[in-house]
């Protein structure tokens, strides 16, 4: 008789958990994700390869993460730090995202991490590198997929002054992101012998590089370092190039990434430093590459990576609490200790939510960003004031 009831109990409360299990499986809420990007402007090119990069991966996962579809909301940034505010709080309190995917410039990812921090939304981001974010910005709830500043540079620099060159120039638009890049370089650079004499520096977005090319001829450096990126980058590399200036080009590989058609030969052997390049030649990268190109018609640069691996993170965190957005500990702390089969290679994260990556040495040639040598590998940036509560 005890029997028959214990049976009946354990016969009842399988049921009950196959229904609560169909209830779950069958939740198809979608999950909202924000997307804060330049949709205009210089740095619009890169938007839509991040943007492509991340719906790829999604795409592969059956157009689900962790059994739930993906619903868009999308701010143009204009990469205009002065509307920043505004434009995250649209996605944060209109339209109450789960995730803020965002964004490209430097200055305005930092108003977005601010808002980020204190109403304790989910941010990724998918390229701004500045220092700040992760640190005196961090928070549990704020990661990046892309690179910090300094961490390009500061491959880049420790190549130059390798090579044996003593004196640099660098040149660069004159806000967060090119004077922590700019930084990066000047650190590499100092530790393997070299100086740098003169920051040149203008205004973002001007492009007029005339007087600039001017003076760098007059400093006559062995080397010179740049940080351009989308629309910038092709006009300087091709005035660069028509001012017949011969020291070597050196920068941040953004100088040469998703740009090398429009540049034409005005790029060959120029050297970047970068955490991503067009020949790694593994598994995993040739792979991407194939569905990238399958997918969209064109090969795939740093910025779809960055998305791609937005995406790979976010779903690691989605799959750690079955989809269940509100358990906003939980997924933190498995998007935090995700490791990550990259395209660009392993990705794990600092503890103050930066990229730890190799990065690499890249030379142009035949159209392409090819490795030259691993400056660093799994580099850590260096922590800057990050508090995490
Ligand atoms: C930035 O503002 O952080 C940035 C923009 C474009 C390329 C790389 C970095």
Redesign the pocket.
């Known amino acids: 008789m005890k029997k028959k009831f214990l049976m009946t109990i354990l016969s009842a409360s399988l049921a009950l958990g196959g229904m609560v299990h169909m209830a779950q499986a069958q939740d198809k809420t979608p999950v909202k994700v924000g997307l804060m990007l330049p949709y205009s402007g210089t740095?619009s090119a890169?938007t839509e390869m991040i943007e492509r990069g991340f719906k790829l991966y999604v795409q592969e996962q059956g157009g689900e993460l962790a059994g739930h579809p993906m619903e868009y909301f999308k701010v143009d940034d204009e990469s205009d730090p002065a509307k920043a505010a505004d434009n995250v709080n649209k996605l944060i309190k209109r339209d109450k995202v789960d995730l803020i995917l965002g964004t490209?410039?430097?200055g305005v990812?930092m108003a977005m991490a601010k808002a980020a921090k204190e109403s304790g939304t989910l941010m990724i981001v998918p390229?701004?590198?500045?220092v700040n974010i992760t640190g005196p910005l961090c928070a549990m709830n704020i990661l990046r997929t892309s690179f910090n500043?300094w961490q390009p540079g500061y491959g880049i620099g420790i190549y130059a002054g390798e090579k044996g060159w003593k004196k640099a120039v660098t040149v660069t638009w004159n806000?967060?992101?090119g004077n922590e890049m700019a930084k990066g370089f000047e650190d590499g650079f100092a530790e393997t012998g070299g100086k740098v004499s003169k920051a040149l520096r203008l205004p973002f977005p001007n492009v007029e590089f005339q007087s600039i090319l001017t003076d760098i001829a007059s400093q006559k450096p062995d080397v010179v370092f740049a940080f351009f990126?989308?629309g910038g980058a092709v006009k300087f590399v091709k005035d660069y190039a028509a001012a017949g200036l011969t020291m070597p080009l050196v920068g941040t590989g953004?100088l040469t990434d998703g740009t090398l058609e429009a540049q034409g030969d005005s790029a060959n052997g120029v050297l970047t430093g970068l955490h991503y390049a067009d020949d790694l030649d593994t598994e995993t990268d040739n792979a991407f590459r194939k569905a990238f190109e399958a997918e969209y018609g064109v090969a795939p640069d740093v910025y779809a990576v960055q998305g791609y691996d937005a995406a790979q993170v976010f779903a690691a965190g989605l799959k750690a609490v079955d989809g269940d957005v509100s358990k906003k500990d939980e997924m933190e702390k498995a998007m935090r200790e995700a490791v990550i089969d990259s395209p660009r290679g392993k990705l794990t994260f600092s503890p103050s939510g930066d990229p730890v990556q190799d990065i690499y040495v890249r030379e142009v040639g035949d159209g392409e960003n090819k490795v030259v040598s691993v400056a660093v590998e799994q580099l850590v940036p260096p922590v800057n004031g990050c508090r995490l509560q």
């Not at 390229?127 to 500045?130: E, F, L, V």
Request: charged share 0%.
């Open positions: 740095y890169l490209v410039h430097s990812a390229n701004a590198g500045a500043n806000y967060a992101a990126a989308g953004f």
